[in-house]
């Protein structure tokens, strides 16, 4: 037993005044292994706890993502406290890949810090509906480098972190999830147009998804071309483009029936031709050409 401690214990790496023995590497990887372990472990705990809790799940994972960090370094902290590497041993290597990153690496660093920023100051949360051009989706999660949305199709999108700072982003839910829309329906011309607006607001009234406050509005908007143009302004509490959507056609199925029932038409583009001078109907070139209608001939066939 003595001969293998003597010989754990032996000087294995010599760097400056400082010694590595066999029993330190040894002891390196078990140490690295349960730090790693207790990690995960505490990672775990305090997820679980907070969503106990009912903690925003954006605070949530700022808090999570602090720990991981500060966990890690004072992992590897203690790994060179086992192994009697002072710090100082780093700094000129540590100042070299400074450089390197800060050259290197400068989109990464960007998006890190712009992952940062928006975890704390929270301008894109999880579970917000945001639009980004042409592109609306969920936000799931803000991780360190980039976000994941989930668009309205079901396509997965990492958007990187700078790219949501940088750039105009329309948060449907930042405040609120209430959200206005608008139907627009032309009718004909003739019809009774306050009838037509009681109508349409009625219609809108007895959509469950649509908020007594505000209220609905009916707009007489427009004479024209082909039709007196309405538009009807409603607000519910919406959680993505398809909630819009499909109460957009709850309301015109609705509108539709109404108007059947009152005998309103919905107006379509028509079109008035006017001739100027005299329209005359000549007899076509082929029945000029056809003989005439003989009964004997008839007869004797």
Request: hydrophobic letters at 45%; aromatic letters at 8%; zero cysteines.
């Amino acid at each position: 037993m003595e001969n293998i401690l003597v010989f754990i214990n032996q000087p294995l790496i010599t760097l400056g005044d400082q010694t590595i023995t066999i029993a330190q590497l040894l002891l390196v990887p078990v140490v690295l292994l349960v730090g790693w372990l207790v990690i995960r472990w505490g990672g775990k705990l305090i997820n679980s706890r907070l969503s106990k809790n009912e903690v925003n799940p954006d605070a949530i994972q700022l808090i999570s993502r602090a720990f991981h960090i500060t966990a890690i370094g004072v992992l590897a902290l203690t790994t060179l406290e086992l192994l009697n590497v002072p710090l100082t041993a780093f700094a000129f290597v540590t100042g070299a890949i400074a450089i390197g990153v800060g050259f290197g690496a400068q989109n990464i660093i960007n998006n890190f810090i712009s992952g940062w920023i928006l975890m704390w100051e929270r301008p894109i949360r999880i579970g917000d509906f945001l639009e980004i051009g042409d592109t609306r989706g969920t936000v799931e999660t803000i991780n360190t480098r980039s976000t994941r949305i989930r668009r309205i199709d079901g396509v997965h999108l990492l958007v990187p972190n700078s790219h949501l700072l940088e750039n105009i982003v329309v948060n449907w839910t930042l405040v609120d999830r209430l959200a206005r829309s608008v139907v627009r329906v032309g009718v004909a011309y003739g019809s009774p147009v306050k009838r037509v607006a009681e109508l349409i607001e009625q219609a809108a009234r007895e959509e469950t998804a649509v908020l007594d406050e505000p209220s609905p509005l009916v707009i007489f908007e427009d004479f024209g071309d082909s039709a007196l143009v309405f538009d009807v302004y409603y607000w519910i509490e919406a959680n993505r483009d398809r909630d819009l959507r499909v109460i957009r056609s709850n309301l015109r199925f609705r509108i539709d029936e109404l108007f059947r029932e009152n005998d309103i038409v919905i107006a379509f583009p028509q079109r008035d031709v006017h001739m100027d001078g005299t329209l005359r109907l000549e007899q076509p070139l082929d029945d000029a050409l056809e003989p005439a209608f003989d009964p004997k001939q008839s007869d004797h066939r």
